[in-house]
C-alpha cells in the first residue's frame, strides 16, 4: 500500500496528465472520464471523500453521455462510487451502487466475469454492514465460485472473499 505523499505525488502527476488530456481530446472525451475515475480513486485513498464523489460523479456522467449509462466502464464507475458510499456510512446508496453496476456489468458480461465478482463482493460488504448476513453469505459464495473459476485459488483477490466468507462464519 502506498504511503500518503507517495499517494498526494501520483494525485498531482494525475491531475497534470488530466489538465494535458482535457487540452488534447476535448473535456467531454471518455479518457479524461477514466482519468476522472483514478483521480477518484486517489482521492478515496487519501480520505478526500467529498472530492472523491465529486470526481467519480463526473466520470459516471461523462462515461454515460459517451459510452451510454449501461456501458462496464460507467460500472465501473458506479462501482468505486459505491465504495467510497459505504466507506461514509451512506448504506443504502452504497447498496444501490452495487446493486446498479451489477445489473450493467451482468446484462453485459453474464452472471459469472470478475467484474460481477468484484460487484457482488463489494454488495456482500454492505450488505454484511446492514445486518444481513444471510445475502451477505450468498453474495461472497457466488463472488468466490467466480474469482476461483477465473482468477484460481490462490489469486489475493481470491483469498480475501475467502476469508470473508469464513468471518461471516
Not at 466475469?113 to 456482500?124: G, I, P, Q, S
Not at 468466490?144 to 476469508?163: A, P
Amino acid at each position: 500500500m502506498a504511503s500518503s505523499a507517495e499517494l498526494r505525488e501520483q494525485r498531482a502527476a494525475m491531475e497534470l496528465s488530466l489538465e494535458h488530456l482535457q487540452r488534447e481530446r476535448g473535456p467531454d472525451h471518455p479518457e479524461v472520464a477514466t482519468a476522472l475515475r483514478d483521480l477518484g480513486r486517489i482521492a478515496h485513498e487519501l480520505g478526500d471523500m467529498e472530492d472523491a464523489q465529486a470526481l467519480l460523479r463526473r466520470a459516471i456522467a461523462l462515461h454515460t453521455v459517451a459510452l451510454g449509462a449501461e456501458d462496464p466502464e460507467t460500472a465501473t464507475d458506479i462501482n468505486h462510487l459505491g465504495l467510497v458510499l459505504h466507506d461514509i456510512g451512506d448504506m443504502d446508496a452504497a447498496h444501490n451502487a452495487f446493486e446498479r453496476a451489477l445489473a450493467i456489468d451482468e446484462a453485459h458480461f453474464g452472471n459469472n466475469h470478475v467484474n460481477v465478482a468484484r460487484d457482488v463482493n463489494n454488495l456482500a460488504g454492505v450488505l454484511r454492514d446492514m445486518g444481513d448476513n444471510y445475502s451477505a453469505r450468498i453474495a461472497l459464495q457466488w463472488s468466490l465460485r467466480i474469482y476461483v473459476e477465473k482468477l484460481g485459488e490462490d489469486h489475493t483477490t481470491t483469498k480475501s472473499v475467502s476469508r470473508n466468507l469464513r468471518l461471516l462464519g
